[in-house]
């Protein structure tokens, strides 16, 4: 009989916690875009790893926040969709911070189902007075009988290997619903995408990134004159109105240009290829409030 296991995680948490960089740490790839900017996941994102008999799907999901507009409203069912589906719940937390409507909403829907439920108390590398960290601990569990507490640090890698022993307790016997090799199931287009997307987010500031969308237009592989292999991307970002699209070109096409190459380089090095890289940039004005765009973006929950 094989003894085959899986277990299927759950992230949740509120924006900026760190769930994403948690997610890529996890999997040991970067698959998920990171940003200091709230509210950078849109969509529930999967990680995969395989060790040895059990088979962790790990399921990264946007930060929980009040709904702005309809693009958040998918945002929201999509977080409280995998906290239904949920076998085991990661509520990510960021150590520093005060707890937050946000996350005690989260925290009651965790009650009226049977998941295993862990409490990842990030960045305790920015804790000083180490102290600060139990009575944090000691705040969370008051609200709610979480079966683990683990205290990490994604950046200094601290506290992971406890926590992947504590979710190894909970595989149960099963099928591996992915190959044993894969890292994620999202499409090579959206994973160009979001580099992209991510890299945009990183070089602009305050209001502009929130409203940016990125496609990826077309794709072509080809062999340049030294017989390298060359892959030709062109991409639209997505802006929300014509002054924003002067503020992602920038000065002279400045900020563009250091999008792009900065977009490049991690292109390069996730897809083992070198890159042609074309941005242009595009207005759809209010999108995040327009249904065919959101679902046309592949940002609707459905
Ligand atoms: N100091 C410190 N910063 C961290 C740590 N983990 C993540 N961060 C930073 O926290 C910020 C947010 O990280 P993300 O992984 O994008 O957070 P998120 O929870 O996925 O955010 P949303 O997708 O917006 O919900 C980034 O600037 C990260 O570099 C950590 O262990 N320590
Ligand atoms: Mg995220």
């Known amino acids: 009989m094989s003894s085959s296991k899986n277990a299927f995680i ?45 088979q962790y799907v790990f399921m990264d999901t946007p930060g929980m926040h009040k709904p ?11 977080i409280s969709d995998a906290v239904s589906d949920g076998e085991i719940i990661m509520l990510v937390a960021d150590c520093t911070k005060k707890i937050s409507e946000n996350e005690t909403n989260l925290i009651k829907s965790f009650k009226a189902s049977r998941m295993k439920t862990i409490l990842v108390l990030n960045k305790i590398d920015l804790l000083d007075d180490k102290s600060k960290l139990i009575s944090k601990i000691n705040e969370y569990t008051e609200l709610y009988d979480f079966d683990e507490v683990i205290p990490i640090s994604v950046h200094e890698n601290d506290g992971i290997d406890t926590l992947m ?8 016997p099963g099928p591996h619903f992915f190959p044993d090799d894969a890292i994620t199931d999202q499409p090579e287009k959206v994973i160009m995408a979001e580099i992209i997307r991510e890299k945009a987010l990183c070089n602009l500031s305050e209001e502009v990134p929130h409203g940016i969308a990125v496609t990826i237009e077309t794709l072509k ?15 639209v970002i997505y802006c ?15 900020m563009l240009k250091k999008i792009g190459s900065d977009s490049r380089a991690e292109l390069e090095s996730f897809f083992q290829i070198k890159v042609n890289l074309q941005c242009w940039v ?16 592949g940002l609707s929950d459905k």
């Not at 702005?68 to 999509?78: C, E, F, Q, R």
């Not at 022993?165 to 149960?172: D, H, I, L």
Request: proline share 1%; net charge positive.
């Open 10 to 54: 759950t992230i949740v948490g509120r924006a900026n916690v760190g769930k994403s960089s948690l997610l890529n740490k996890l999997i040991g790839e970067k698959i998920a875009a990171v940003s200091n900017k709230p509210q950078t996941t849109r969509t529930k994102i999967t990680g995969v790893l395989t060790q040895g008999e059990t």
């Open 68 to 78: 702005k507009n309809k693009l958040s409203d998918h945002m929201v069912k999509t």
């Open 165 to 172: 022993e504590s979710v190894t307790k909970y595989a149960a």
């Open 221 to 235: 592989e080809r062999d340049n004159r030294n017989g390298e292999g060359v892959l030709d991307i062109s991409a």
């Open 240 to 254: 929300e109105r014509d002054s924003h699209k002067g503020i992602v070109i920038g000065k002279g096409g400045a």
């Open 282 to 297: 595009k207005v759809k004005e209010g999108w995040r409030n327009r249904e065919g765009i959101i679902r046309n973006f």
